[in-house]
């Protein structure tokens, strides 16, 4: 079998079609999983205004913790990196964070002045 740079040169018919089949069922994952990542900001976008209303910190790292330590035991159980699925939720929590502070300013930047 040869193959071109672009991989697209002399490769079997039989070849071809599972590449494509298997690109096929990536990328279908991929969407469902922005699908689910957006899903998921939705909930931490209400759970950013309701620590917001209630002068919550945007963080909460016995929480996070908690949600490393079970994702890197999912991870385990789905034969994937445990140390890969832990980088990928520093990362979602480090955004929703993010959004928490922000949100958090923004209530600040809404409250009403008192004094007279």
Not at 33 to 54: D, P, S, W, Y
Not at 96 to 105: L, M, Q
């Amino acid at each position: 079998m040869t193959t071109s740079t672009n991989g697209t040169g002399d490769v079997d018919p039989a070849v071809r079609e599972e590449l494509a089949r298997l690109r096929d069922s990536i990328d279908n994952i991929d969407a469902a999983v922005v699908h689910m990542l957006a899903e998921r900001f939705k909930c931490t976008q209400q759970v950013g205004h309701l620590k917001a209303r209630h002068q919550l910190p945007p963080a909460d790292p016995a929480r996070e913790a908690r949600q490393i330590a079970r994702l890197r035991s999912l991870a385990e159980s789905a034969k994937l990196d445990p140390a890969f699925a832990e980088k990928f939720l520093n990362f979602i929590i480090a955004e929703v964070i993010r959004h928490h502070e922000r949100i958090a300013d923004d209530a600040v930047g809404d409250a009403p002045v008192s004094g007279g």
